[in-house]
């Protein structure tokens, strides 16, 4: 069979390529020119290694980096830790699905409002201290000892592991949803292999390849975060990326060019933390071959599992109970150290805020369901032509498809904002969609590109044989058998849109109001009770697409017991 | 009783509002009926920091009094930081964007207003001085409405209200609260790890800072220039030989900070603390108002004295609704407005009018103001201590962070 090699590029490659591209390039330009001392605007006009040498004379500035390096690191690893053991241990049995049940609506909880309660939760002046005073602890007033805020960031690494357990279990949750799983399993079983052999030595070296790009952006998004590490992290020195927002936000206008400096050194430090990650695969790899064929069984892992299982209890305990104390907060009038419950509620106020949130909820939501619609239309796109055309997901596309989520946004917005003022679309909702799909976009193509190549393509080629269409093959096909993580994708999009605060406020130019932009104005305040309501708010959106992705698949395949996720 | 008298008076004054209106342009400034013309109809984006519910409710009410009066509409957008505004305006500048910017008014003081000054980001000298309401701004008691942390304003931005540092502590804790930073940092010896300030860059950390330079440096007059770099050592020593000593007697031992001043607030309502501070006299109050803090909080000020500043608001140089911009600016400098954001049930914030010089119906207005139980007069507010010209703050904040911000 010969296929003439297309050499033209497909109108969706070229769109996505437009649509990423052209910001990512006019972000780059606009981070790495100042860095270089070039910014017209402020007077800057020679090209100079002057930024770069103030960042280096920044004081702590090797802590800030090394703490970015360290906690993205081993936060992202613990994440996966937790969540390969406790689905190796128990994928497939009740309490597995009872958990996943819990764990998909946790990816909806914003990173700042996890943050928050996590650190309501377990500050010395927190619930569980409350829970035990004074009558316990005899503490009338809360101890002060160094809980939050650590200076090695043990706070800040648990609070970006509760929160990357969920993202990692849904995607491997993803990576599983795939035929021959349970036979896998069943023939484990059948050779005396124990639950955590089987899953480590039959089953991840099927799925890993699905679960290694997800793992990745995570790593670039904890290294370079900033909401979590303000509210959880060390602050003599913070990390890099909270601290780049600070020169930013600076009204020494001078210190921008640091700020975009240091941007490129978050940039060197989230790649080297990429390299690590990726050298530890190797070795890992390289030295554990050997007990792959070692032909042990492992028949008695029920420590392991059980750890496994502790392990993401505590992470949904936790999220649960922060979620609730959030919940309390948000009709708390006063709630002082220590009472357990709130001295006093106040629930008008909270109608009258959530009253004042509606039309910020709308613009959510329009933004929100627009820009996650565009992302997964535009991936299903550029995934069925390059398919037509025979091609796979190139490296290249890849690399540029995934380098948006490498960036630091607060480096890589200015030089973007520039764009779009030029192009005088800036305070416009088209130009904040346009912002979003810039973030948006990767997620889909990362989170739909894998199921994609993953299924089987023989349902084509027997749909081709008996005469359908190539658009028949995609809508009766593909789209039907891929209803789920296609649904995931959208949700995971929608989650990306909600939560982005610069882009928004940038872009938007404080025309377009959502409750995000809304809930970290509120919460540089001081009402807790405010900050806390805008948080459930901002929950909403994400938890309402991630409720229809598990429940749209499970009406429509209610008679399809091949197609449901979890067989017994 | 007052309360009753209040809430008469308020309800007068927003039905003799139009009136009022009226006659705050005089019928001869027929330049101000052009800008009231060219105003109607306008929609003014107005920028302001919007952490707190209840400046953002006040905002919300002085919107709807233009839209019915002046027809002007004004949407406030809240911002966490008043800097990310700058940046705005200069992205706008940096691509020649001269007109039809996003900001129309912005609320801003300080270095913020120091850095948008210098760049060149701000409309023309001279509007705030053009006002109506102007004739009615305390200038001779109250000098920093007219030069913003030793920057002379030029009429470039329009003050809208005064802040004082104030401390607080909740007497049901503290018997006497110390009153001077000597008696401070004794109180911090007695009670290791009960006192610590918002980390510096953050605005009110900074404020502090510059609180122990005003109170111990000998040359007070070096302050009102621009740093000198050779002698910035030597004039902020005891700064930081005082923060040496107070460090290890902090909250976390100066480990980690309070975030803001609202933090802050939160760490002494808890118990965590012993005493917090704020910018605003009123604050203590309103937030006994809104049970954000105990009622037994109560509110200082140090022997000698505490920094005072103005806070304004003004208006970008690409700005294509001035004229909306102004007549808002204008309306927020009014008796009525005035008097209201004065009152701690709706926000605290002290007033930038001479009241003694307002006539009789408009001062009556403040009169029946119940300032709440924690806000310290005016005569026990103490003296104001000007403000160090903004480059000091840059110099205390970089000094600060190689001490103590990178252990």
Redesign the interface.
């Given at each position: 069979m010969t296929i003439r090699q297309k050499r033209i590029v497909d109108v969706p490659t070229l769109l996505v390529i437009a649509l990423l591209g052209g910001p990512v390039l006019a972000g780059l330009a606009g981070t790495a020119l100042p860095a270089f001392g070039y910014?017209?605007?402020?007077g800057h006009e020679t090209v100079s290694l002057e930024p770069m040498r103030r960042l280096f004379e920044?004081?702590?500035?090797a802590?800030?980096a090394a703490l970015s390096f360290s906690t993205g690191l081993a936060a992202s690893l613990a994440s996966l830790a937790i969540v390969l053991v406790f689905t190796a241990g128990w994928s497939g049995t009740r309490t597995f699905r009872r958990l996943a049940r819990f764990l998909s609506p946790l990816l909806s909880v914003p990173h700042a409002a996890a943050a928050i309660g996590l650190a309501f939760l377990i500050a010395?002046?927190g619930f569980l201290v409350r829970l035990a005073s004074p009558w316990a602890t005899g503490w009338?007033?809360?101890p002060?000892v160094?809980i939050?805020?650590?200076?090695f960031g043990v706070a800040m690494t648990l609070g970006l592991v509760a929160k990357e357990v969920p993202f990692l279990f849904l995607m491997t949750l993803a990576a599983l949803n795939r035929p021959h799983i349970h036979d896998t399993y069943r023939a484990g079983a059948s050779l005396g292999y124990g639950r955590l052999a089987t899953f480590f030595k039959l089953i991840l070296p099927q799925i890993y390849p699905l679960i290694r790009l997800p793992m990745l952006a995570v790593i670039a998004y904890a290294t370079s975060v900033v909401d979590v590490a303000?509210i959880l992290g060390?602050?003599?020195?913070s990390p890099l990326a909270p601290r780049l927002v600070?020169w930013?936000?600076?009204?020494?206008?001078s210190l921008r060019l640091m700020a975009s400096a240091g941007a490129l050194l978050q940039l060197a430090v989230t790649t080297a933390a990429l390299l690590a990650y990726l050298g530890l695969e190797r070795l890992t790899v390289r030295l554990l071959r050997s007990r792959l064929f070692s032909g042990h069984r492992h028949a008695h892992d029920t420590s392991g599992r059980l750890a496994g299982l502790f392990l993401m209890l505590a992470v949904i305990l936790a999220m649960g109970l922060s979620l609730v104390l959030l919940g309390l907060w948000s009709l708390a009038?006063?709630w002082?150290?220590p009472a357990a419950l709130p001295q006093?509620l106040?629930v008008m106020r909270f109608a009258d805020?959530a009253v004042m949130g509606a039309p910020a909820l709308w613009a959510t939501l329009a933004l929100a369901v627009s820009a996650a619609g565009v992302a997964t239309a535009v991936t299903l796109w550029l995934l069925e032509a390059r398919d037509a055309a025979g091609r796979t997901t190139g490296a290249r596309l890849k690399a540029l498809v995934f380098l948006p989520l490498l960036l630091p946004q607060i480096g890589f917005l200015?030089g973007l904002?520039?764009l779009f003022?030029?192009a005088g679309l800036?305070?416009t909702f088209a130009a904040v969609l346009l912002a979003h799909l810039v973030f948006v976009l990767p997620y889909a193509v990362l989170a739909l590109s894998d199921p994609w190549a993953r299924l089987d393509p023989r349902y084509g080629k027997a749909a081709a044989s008996l005469g359908a269409s190539r658009a028949r093959i995609f809508w009766r096909i593909r789209l039907p058998l891929l209803l789920r993580p296609v649904l995931v994708t959208f949700a995971v999009a929608a989650a990306v849109s909600v939560g982005q605060y610069l882009p928004t406020?940038?872009i938007g130019?404080?025309?377009i109001?959502t409750v995000t932009?809304?809930s970290?104005?509120?919460?540089?305040?001081?009402?807790?009770q405010?900050a806390a309501l805008y948080a459930l708010l901002q929950l909403l959106i994400p938890l309402g697409g991630f409720v229809l992705a598990a429940l749209v698949p499970a009406l429509v395949h209610r008679n399809r017991a091949a197609m449901r996720l979890e067989r017994g | 009783m007052t309360r009753l008298l209040a809430v008469t008076l308020g309800l007068l004054a927003t039905l003799l509002l139009p009136v009022a209106a009226q006659e705050t342009a005089p019928a001869g400034d027929s330049k101000w009926q052009d800008v009231l013309r060219e105003a109607r109809g306008q929609t003014v984006?107005f920028?302001a920091?919007?952490?707190?519910?209840r400046i953002n409710a006040y905002i919300g009410w002085a919107a709807r009094e233009v839209v019915r009066d002046f027809g002007v509409r004004v949407i406030h957008?809240?911002?966490?930081?008043t800097?990310?505004v700058?940046?705005?305006v200069?992205?706008?500048?940096?691509?020649a964007?001269s007109s039809g910017g996003?900001?129309d008014l912005v609320w801003i003081n300080?270095?913020?207003f120091?850095?948008m000054k210098s760049?060149g980001l701000l409309a023309g000298p001279g509007w705030a001085e053009t006002l109506p309401n102007w004739r009615h701004v305390d200038i001779e008691n109250k000098p920093t409405v007219k030069v913003d942390f030793t920057v002379p304003t030029d009429g470039q931005e329009s003050p809208w209200g005064m802040a004082k540092l104030v401390f607080m502590y909740d007497s049901a804790r503290l018997d006497t609260p110390p009153a001077s930073l000597e008696a401070l940092l004794a109180h911090a010896r007695d009670n290791?790890?009960?006192f610590s300030y918002p980390?510096p860059?953050n605005f009110y950390g900074t404020t502090f800072l510059k609180q122990i330079l005003v109170d111990t440096v000998e040359d007070r007059d070096a302050l009102s220039r621009p740093v000198d770099t050779a002698r910035f050592a030597d004039l902020s020593a005891p700064v930081f030989a005082y923060l040496d000593e107070l460090h290890d007697l902090m909250?976390?031992?100066?480990?980690?900070?309070p975030?803001?001043?609202?933090?802050m607030?939160?760490?002494l309502?808890?118990?965590?603390l012993d005493i917090a501070f704020s910018f605003n006299p009123g604050d203590a109050s309103g937030?006994i108002a809104?049970?954000?803090l105990?009622p037994s909080v109560r509110s200082f000020v140090l022997d000698g004295g505490t920094i005072g500043n103005t806070h304004f608001v003004a208006i970008p140089f690409n700005s294509s609704n001035t004229a909306g911009a102004r007549v808002f600016a204008n309306y927020l400098l009014s008796p009525e407005a005035q008097s209201r954001k004065q009152d701690p049930e709706f926000w605290g914030d002290p007033t930038v009018l001479n009241v003694a010089a307002l006539p009789g119906r408009e001062k009556a207005l403040f009169e029946a103001l119940d300032l709440g139980p924690a806000t310290l007069t005016p005569e026990d507010l103490g003296p104001v201590l000007p403000e160090p010209h903004?480059s000091w703050v840059?110099a205390l904040e970089k000094s600060w962070?190689?001490r103590?911000?990178?252990?």
């Open positions: 910014l017209p605007v402020l920044t004081p702590g500035l802590k800030s010395p002046s009338t007033r809360p002060d160094l939050l805020n650590d200076p303000e060390p602050a003599t020195p600070g930013m936000n600076d009204p020494d206008l009038r006063s002082w150290f006093h106040d805020m200015f904002q520039m003022l030029h800036t305070g406020l940038m130019a404080g025309r109001v932009t809304e970290v104005a509120l919460a540089s305040g001081g009402s807790r405010a | 984006y920028h920091w919007g952490g707190e519910p957008v809240k911002v966490s930081d800097a990310t700058v940046s705005q200069l992205a706008e500048k940096s691509v964007k996003a900001v300080g270095e913020n120091a850095a760049q290791p790890g009960r980390q860059p909250w976390r031992q100066g480990n980690a900070f975030k803001n001043a609202a933090h607030r939160q760490l309502a808890d118990g965590a937030a809104n049970g954000e105990p903004p840059s962070i190689a103590y911000g990178a252990n």
